[in-house]
């Protein structure tokens, strides 16, 4: 069971990020082979700094150490360290359709956002994605909703070369958390909790103080109803209720006859507690991680060792087929 996934290193890290995808990532490594990819590449495709995105890469590898990703049982690397990842993409740009790549609800979302000047590396990035995914013969992909779509192009771009060129790449599967999968912004429930959200007061991050966190959830957006129960109109509560839910891993249900009664300034001021006391442990071993620079750039270097055997394999195979290179011999 091989399971990959990637993540950007821009911003700082939030609550849907842990555990949309962070947690999915650690469970992983305990079930199968994870390899876990800081996207450098992908974060080129908006515009950037240069040095922020290279800090982003130590941050985020931090972090996801800090989580609990363990380097002896996982592969964690860096993408810009793999060049096969850009040829693999430039590969499968050929049985990729422009058609698809314009119906990628995240381009439409993103590039409206650029004000003047929107790349082609944002219109081509689900196919980075896609080579990202392929390059390891990848069984499952732990991702949070908003990628469902990506994830379903991987699946027809691997399934077209395979019915074009022979068998040779893995179909992936897309795995998703039931409770938790699309974590909402605190101030509008009805927008995913996002880095590039309108509002910061709607998102977790890691680098927040536990007052800042105890506020943001104080002032979180509900309705104006009194019930702490789930229902289609009531998107704030929802969110909140599947926050606790993960962070105290029970069920919402569980969580709903806690709060049979409760007012919802109660129910708020237990969510924010309980996600300072979830997230404390981690933000205390990622100040220790972030502070030694040359031992994360180390475990990064020797990820990239491991990765790049696999990739390497996988390249060579698509090339052979593809008529792509020399001739090569059959071993
Ligand atoms: N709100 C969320 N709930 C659950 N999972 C989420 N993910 C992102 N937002 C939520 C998952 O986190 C993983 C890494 O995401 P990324 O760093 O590659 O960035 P992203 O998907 O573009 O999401 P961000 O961090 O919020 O950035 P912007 O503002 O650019 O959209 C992915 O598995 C993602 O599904």
Same mark, same amino acid.
């Given at each position: 069971?091989?399971?990959?996934?990637?993540?950007?290193?821009?911003? +700082?890290?939030?609550?849907?990020?842990?555990? *949309?995808?962070? +947690? &999915?990532?650690? @469970?992983?490594?305990?079930?199968?082979?994870g390899?876990?990819?800081?996207?450098?590449?992908?974060?080129?495709?908006?515009?950037?700094?240069? $040095? #922020?995105?290279?800090?982003? /890469?130590?941050?985020?590898? #931090?972090?996801?150490?800090?989580?609990?990703?363990?380097?002896a049982?996982?592969?964690?690397f860096?993408?810009?360290?793999?060049?096969?990842? /850009?040829?693999?993409?430039?590969?499968?740009?050929?049985?990729? /359709?422009?058609?698809?790549?314009?119906?990628?609800?995240?381009?439409?979302?993103?590039?409206?956002?650029?004000?003047?000047? +929107?790349?082609?590396?944002?219109? /081509?990035? &689900?196919?980075?994605?896609?080579?990202?995914?392929?390059?390891?013969?990848?069984?499952?992909?732990?991702?949070?909703?908003?990628?469902?779509?990506?994830?379903?192009?991987?699946?027809?771009?691997?399934?077209? =070369?395979?019915s074009?060129?022979?068998?040779?790449?893995?179909?992936?599967?897309?795995?998703?958390?039931?409770v938790? #999968?699309?974590?909402?912004?605190?101030?509008? &429930?009805?927008?995913?909790?996002?880095?590039?959200? $309108?509002?910061?007061q709607?998102?977790?991050?890691?680098?927040? @103080?536990?007052?800042?966190?105890?506020?943001? =959830?104080?002032?979180?957006?509900?309705?104006?109803?009194? @019930?702490?129960?789930?229902?289609?109109?009531?998107? *704030?509560?929802?969110?909140?209720?599947?926050?606790?839910?993960?962070?105290?891993?029970?069920?919402?249900? @569980?969580?709903?006859? !806690?709060? !049979?009664?409760?007012?919802?300034?109660? =129910?708020?001021?237990?969510?924010?507690?309980?996600?300072?006391?979830?997230?404390?442990?981690?933000?205390?071993?990622?100040?220790?991680?972030?502070?030694?620079? $040359?031992?994360? !750039?180390?475990?990064?270097?020797?990820? $990239?060792?491991?990765?790049?055997?696999?990739?390497?394999?996988?390249?060579?195979?698509?090339? #052979?087929?593809?008529?792509?290179?020399?001739?090569?011999?059959?071993?």
């Amino acid at each position: 069971m091989r399971i990959f996934s990637g993540i950007q290193p821009t911003g +700082v890290k939030h609550l849907g990020n842990y555990i *949309g995808a962070i +947690v &999915p990532y650690i @469970e992983g490594q305990e079930r199968g082979e994870g390899i876990y990819c800081i996207v450098d590449l992908h974060a080129t495709t908006v515009a950037y700094e240069p $040095a #922020a995105l290279r800090t982003g /890469s130590y941050d985020l590898a #931090a972090l996801l150490l800090a989580a609990g990703l363990d380097p002896a049982r996982c592969i964690l690397f860096r993408q810009s360290d793999v060049h096969e990842h /850009s040829v693999l993409q430039w590969l499968l740009m050929g049985v990729s /359709s422009y058609g698809e790549l314009l119906r990628m609800t995240q381009f439409k979302d993103k590039s409206d956002k650029q004000k003047d000047f +929107v790349s082609a590396g944002l219109f /081509s990035y &689900p196919v980075l994605m896609a080579a990202d995914i392929l390059a390891y013969k990848t069984d499952e992909v732990p991702v949070g909703d908003d990628q469902r779509q990506h994830v379903e192009l991987t699946r027809n771009i691997a399934e077209r =070369f395979n019915s074009r060129f022979g068998e040779t790449l893995v179909v992936p599967a897309g795995v998703y958390r039931t409770v938790g #999968a699309r974590i909402m912004d605190l101030q509008d &429930p009805t927008s995913k909790m996002s880095t590039t959200g $309108a509002n910061p007061q709607g998102a977790i991050y890691f680098s927040d @103080e536990p007052s800042a966190i105890l506020k943001k =959830f104080k002032s979180a957006v509900t309705d104006s109803g009194r @019930e702490v129960v789930r229902g289609p109109d009531k998107p *704030g509560i929802n969110n909140l209720l599947d926050i606790l839910a993960v962070v105290r891993g029970v069920s919402v249900e @569980e969580v709903e006859r !806690e709060f !049979e009664g409760s007012m919802y300034g109660q =129910f708020k001021q237990t969510v924010g507690e309980a996600v300072v006391d979830y997230i404390a442990p981690v933000q205390a071993r990622y100040k220790e991680l972030r502070a030694d620079e $040359a031992q994360l !750039e180390a475990i990064l270097a020797a990820g $990239a060792d491991k990765a790049r055997q696999i990739a390497a394999q996988t390249v060579a195979e698509v090339q #052979a087929k593809m008529g792509v290179g020399p001739v090569r011999s059959a071993s």
